[in-house]
């Protein structure tokens, strides 16, 4: 009878350059465009119903609709733009957060991480 059992093998990673690190960084950079896209989500979000509580909902249309105004609503460029903000917009749900955040809080804190 045939062993049917087949020996599995692990391939090591290579491992990571530093020319792949600083691609990595560079792709992920906050640009000057996600600043300013980040420090205007800010200011609306502490304009506009203060008071009520921050959902991660409100997160993602707030950075695709920002993204949309500039590049145009589905382009490539709207997608990457709507990513680099996302990447660098704090989750509102992750981890489970202590005490519910209120819109001008979270608005104050990009505006906060925008202006670093």
């Known amino acids: 009878m045939r062993d049917r ?16 690190e600083a691609l990595q960084r560079a792709r992920t950079a906050m640009t000057a465009e996600t600043r300013t896209l980040m420090e205007d989500i800010g200011r609306a979000l502490c304009a506009i119903e203060p008071s009520l509580v921050m ?25 990457a733009a ?10 509102v749900d992750w981890p489970e957060p202590p005490a519910p955040i209120t819109r001008a809080e979270y608005g104050m804190r990009l505006i906060q991480k925008a202006n670093r």
């Open 55 to 79: 959902r991660e909902v409100t997160r993602l249309a707030y950075a695709a609709r920002a993204a949309a105004d500039i590049h145009g609503l589905g382009t490539p460029r709207a997608v």
């Open 5 to 20: 059992s087949r020996a599995t093998t692990a391939l090591a990673l290579p491992p990571v350059s530093d020319a792949d």
């Open 82 to 91: 709507t990513g680099l903000l996302l990447r660098h917009m704090p989750r």
